[in-house]
């Protein structure tokens, strides 16, 4: 879903490529009997028409670049939302690295207060596991799958994986 300021400055950067070669064409125009002698003998209605329809073949040229702009550009969200785990999560996408895989940072949400988790040591021995952690409530929340509990590692990798499935079906169909 595309939101109304991407489609607001392609219109308004389309707008100004129109108004620019309109105004090109209209000084041209005034100068073009001083350059061609014989277009003085032109009658004026018959002048007028013509730098008419070249403004109007100029701004519809445009619209045309500006809607075939629009329409090769892939959609691709910044921000994706949903719900794992017994918990809300926001992720950011990043698609700066242009050879490397979109890089995704997955927040999750606290359910009683609406801010995101922090992290905390699940204190496992030998291992870097970790479990959520709301700073307002000075809470450790664990995440469930099937009565299993899921560390935030596990979790995270599962729902990247997720989304970039959901990713690649998108690019495949669009």
């Avoid at 007028?48 to 445009?62: E, P």
């Avoid at 619209?63 to 785990?85: C, D, E, I, N």
Wanted: hydrophobic residues 45%; glycine residues 8%; contains cysteine.
């Amino acid at each position: 879903m595309t939101s109304i300021r991407e489609h607001l400055v392609s219109g308004l950067v389309g707008l100004v490529i129109g108004g620019l070669g309109t105004l090109v064409l209209s000084i041209y125009s005034d100068l073009l009997p001083a350059f061609l002698p014989a277009l003085g003998n032109v009658p004026s209605q018959i002048y007028v028409k013509v730098v008419l329809l070249l403004a109007l073949l100029l701004l519809s040229l445009a619209a045309l670049s500006v809607a075939l702009y629009l329409r090769t550009r892939p959609y691709r969200p910044r921000a994706l939302f949903g719900k794992a785990f017994g918990f809300k999560w926001s992720a950011q996408l990043d698609y700066r690295g242009k050879r490397d895989e979109v890089d995704i940072e997955i927040q999750w949400v606290c359910p009683k207060h609406g801010v995101f988790f922090g992290i905390k040591s699940a204190e496992i021995p030998e291992t870097t596991y970790h479990n959520l952690w709301c700073a307002k409530c000075a809470q450790i929340y664990e995440m469930k799958a099937n009565g299993d509990t899921v560390y935030v590692e596990e979790a995270v990798r599962m729902l990247e994986r997720q989304i970039l499935g959901r990713l690649r079906l998108e690019e495949k169909s669009g």
